[in-house]
């Protein structure tokens, strides 16, 4: 038996499949990694655009720096990862979906149980009054080059992205142990699982008595823990569709 059928029987074969994916399911879709070469957080000036104090002294760059990034639906589109996991969302395969990526693709290419534990900038607040807008809201602006503001109060919004200096989203984080716990396997995607407290989800379930399977370019820490390893995204993704996707991807 091949690995990659035997990961089909895996994924089929689990009572609870959730998925953790990480910067590299995002760049299949033309998007950097942040902390690889040449990704946003490789140079110290770059790591100024999540930086919160930086947002509240100069909103504007931050939404200059990530306008294309974050706002332009025209450019950037979901991977084959990101269509095949919601196809198998919708089968019943994959029952929910642990990102540490904030670019909203698993969300566009239609998943609908997606715990974004960095945030993401699906909803806006107000930083003075604390009211709420969504992406849709505030695209117009940050498109024309402004820098988007409170209908109540005028005061400036910010995504609801975690910003170096801010806690993680607590609910967001606590769904994500509850998934992470109640998975008998656990599909580890484009992370090298470095960035903690997210990388610590995946022991909470092997602790629980799960498995783990990894799909990573490079090395991991929990390498010698996983019952499968596999190298390409693309290739397993492409098999995937293939095999367990009886209808086309998005």
Do not use: W
Request: charge should be negative; charged fraction near 20%.
């Amino acid at each position: 038996m091949s690995r990659l059928v035997e990961l089909g029987e895996h994924m089929i074969g689990s009572s609870y499949l959730t998925v953790f994916t990480g910067a590299g399911v995002s760049t299949l879709s033309g998007l950097p990694d942040f902390r690889g070469a040449g990704g946003l957080y490789s140079s110290p000036e770059s790591q100024r655009i999540f930086d919160y104090e930086v947002f509240l002294q100069q909103p504007e760059y931050f939404y200059t720096q990530v306008r294309e990034l974050l706002y332009s639906e025209q450019d950037i589109r979901p991977s084959i990862v990101h269509t095949v996991l919601a196809e198998l969302e919708d089968m019943g395969i994959v029952r929910s979906i642990i990102t540490q990526n904030i670019d909203m693709l698993h969300e566009r290419a239609g998943s609908r149980h997606v715990c974004a534990i960095h945030g993401s900038a699906l909803q806006h607040h107000c930083i003075s009054c604390g009211a709420q807008q969504t992406i849709d809201e505030v695209r117009p602006a940050v498109l024309r080059g402004q820098v988007p503001t409170c209908r109540r109060c005028s005061g400036v919004m910010k995504p609801d992205i975690t910003f170096f200096g801010e806690a993680l989203p607590v609910e967001a984080f606590e769904a994500a142990i509850r998934e992470s716990s109640r998975s008998d396997c656990m599909l580890i995607l484009g992370s090298s699982l470095l960035v903690q407290p997210a990388a610590s989800l995946p022991l909470e379930t092997l602790r629980r008595g799960g498995e783990i399977i990894i799909v990573n370019r490079g090395p991991t820490p929990l390498d010698d823990l996983a019952t499968l390893r596999f190298e390409d995204l693309r290739e397993v993704f492409s098999h995937l569709q293939g095999v367990l996707c009886v209808r086309p991807s998005r």
